[in-house]
């Protein structure tokens, strides 16, 4: 398995972070625009699509800042890898962004890329940003 490399996306987003903050930490939130459905049990999401799921382990959390999930399976290969949706409020303008961090193999760069921007569209769709 190839290494994966660590990037970041910023995303204007039109929405008070409170609200950004429950649609990226709540089940009932991520199960709006991330995935078909969230459940969450001992820290550890999982995550339903399509028939397929996927399992996350809570990092860590800071109300209305950021939250950070690792993957269980790059958990259980040793990566040290992770991806953390945080929010930025611009101290001059007031305008809200959300950053994505990452992490994704070389040759699955912009497939990665393009999916977080299509999630992200979905979120600003169902708050209406």
């Given at each position: 398995m190839s290494e994966k490399i660590k990037?970041?996306?910023?995303?204007?987003?039109?929405?008070s972070t409170t609200v950004l903050y429950n649609m990226m930490s709540t089940?009932?939130?991520?199960?709006?625009?991330?995935?078909?459905?969230?459940?969450?049990?001992?820290d550890v999401y999982t995550f339903f699509w399509d028939g397929s799921t996927e399992e996350a382990k809570?990092?860590?959390?800071?109300?209305?800042?950021?939250?950070?999930?690792?993957?269980l399976e790059d958990?259980?290969?040793g990566l040290n890898t992770y991806f953390e949706?945080?929010?930025?409020v611009d101290d001059l303008t007031n305008d809200v962004a959300v950053i994505v961090t990452d992490f994704a193999e070389e040759d699955e760069m912009d497939e990665a890329k393009l999916l977080w921007t299509n999630q992200i569209n979905d979120l600003k769709k169902t708050i209406g940003s």
């Open positions: 990037y970041e996306l910023e995303f204007e987003v039109n929405s089940p009932s939130g991520l199960s709006e625009w991330f995935a078909d459905d969230v459940n969450i049990k001992d809570l990092i860590s959390k800071k109300k209305g800042e950021a939250i950070k999930f690792q993957w958990f259980e290969e949706l945080s929010i930025k």
